[in-house]
């Protein structure tokens, strides 16, 4: 994890219900550059997880179900029997929000402790 990442995953998503415009495409480039393996699809950001087996896998699916419920910011995962691929964008504002970043860092941190 580089220092900006590490910036990213110790900020709390806020609150979203709309009303803010989506990030910049700058602003998005900017981030994705904090990340690692996160690719920019559209309006979302996405990043395919492997594992040994679904015992892991279904771990680190429940981890991602405990940050997304302390954050109040939920992906998309599709889960396989050794891999997930957590998807992430802001519904309310229909495009990606500082949220979606956080919490790619936040699963990013879990994944590599
Ligand atoms: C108030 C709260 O922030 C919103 O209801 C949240 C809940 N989780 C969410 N998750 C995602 N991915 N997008 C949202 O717009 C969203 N809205």
């Given at each position: 994890?580089?220092?900006?990442?590490?910036?990213?995953?110790?900020?709390?998503c806020k609150p979203c219900e709309g009303g803010l415009p989506p990030l910049s495409a700058t602003t998005v480039a900017d981030y994705l550059k904090q990340l690692d393996g996160w690719?920019?699809?559209?309006?979302?950001?996405?990043?395919?997880?492997?594992?040994?087996?679904?015992?892991?896998?279904?771990?680190?699916?429940?981890?991602?179900?405990?940050?997304?419920?302390?954050?109040?910011?939920?992906?998309?995962?599709?889960?396989?029997?050794?891999?997930?691929?957590?998807?992430?964008?802001?519904?309310?504002?229909?495009?990606?929000?500082?949220?979606?970043?956080?919490?790619?860092?936040?699963?990013?941190?879990?994944?590599?402790?």
């Amino acid at each position: 994890m580089n220092n900006n990442a590490c910036d990213l995953s110790s900020k709390q998503c806020k609150p979203c219900e709309g009303g803010l415009p989506p990030l910049s495409a700058t602003t998005v480039a900017d981030y994705l550059k904090q990340l690692d393996g996160w690719q920019l699809q559209d309006k979302q950001i996405a990043k395919t997880y492997g594992f040994k087996n679904y015992y892991q896998t279904m771990a680190f699916v429940n981890a991602v179900a405990w940050i997304s419920h302390r954050e109040d910011h939920h992906p998309d995962m599709l889960v396989g029997y050794n891999q997930c691929v957590v998807t992430y964008t802001t519904h309310a504002i229909g495009g990606l929000s500082e949220n979606d970043f956080i919490c790619a860092a936040k699963i990013d941190t879990l994944f590599s402790i």
